[in-house]
């Protein structure tokens, strides 16, 4: 029964407007519903944009932080590297004093 009366219905929007005009309403609603698909869309693509954009700019802050760390533990290597060395000359002065103190009171 649902079937026959939606034929009906049917019938009488075409008998009253003419097909011309259902057609001029549905291809409305159509057009309607592709601009709002089409805004959707073009809402998404700026979002996904300024996503993009923010991401590119941490990570350049990010690389710029890592260039300042790696030239910073390079500083320290070499500092590290100048401190064993003194500590290595200290220490061979002072076996070299030990050895001489020993050898005297040995003799």
């Known amino acids: 029964?649902?079937?026959?009366?939606?034929?009906?219905?049917v019938t009488a929007l075409v008998?009253?407007?003419g097909l011309?005009?259902?057609?001029?309403?549905?291809?409305?609603?159509?057009?309607?519903s592709a601009k709002k698909e089409q805004s959707n869309e073009t809402t998404k693509d700026k979002i996904t944009a300024l996503v993009?954009?923010?991401l590119k700019?941490?990570?350049g802050e990010l690389e710029t932080k890592i260039?300042?760390?790696i030239k910073e533990n390079v500083?320290?290597?070499?500092?590290?590297?100048?401190m064993e060395e003194r500590l290595m000359m200290n220490a061979k002065a002072k076996a070299g004093r030990k050895?001489?103190?020993t050898e005297s009171k040995t003799k």
């Open 99 to 101: 050895r001489k103190t």
């Open 15 to 17: 008998s009253a407007l």
């Open 52 to 54: 993009i954009e923010e």
């Open 57 to 59: 700019n941490k990570i």
């Open 75 to 82: 500083a320290l290597r070499e500092k590290l590297a100048r």
């Open 20 to 32: 011309k005009e259902i057609w001029n309403i549905i291809k409305k609603k159509m057009d309607l």
């Open 67 to 69: 260039d300042s760390l």
């Open 1 to 9: 029964m649902e079937d026959h009366d939606l034929i009906v219905i």
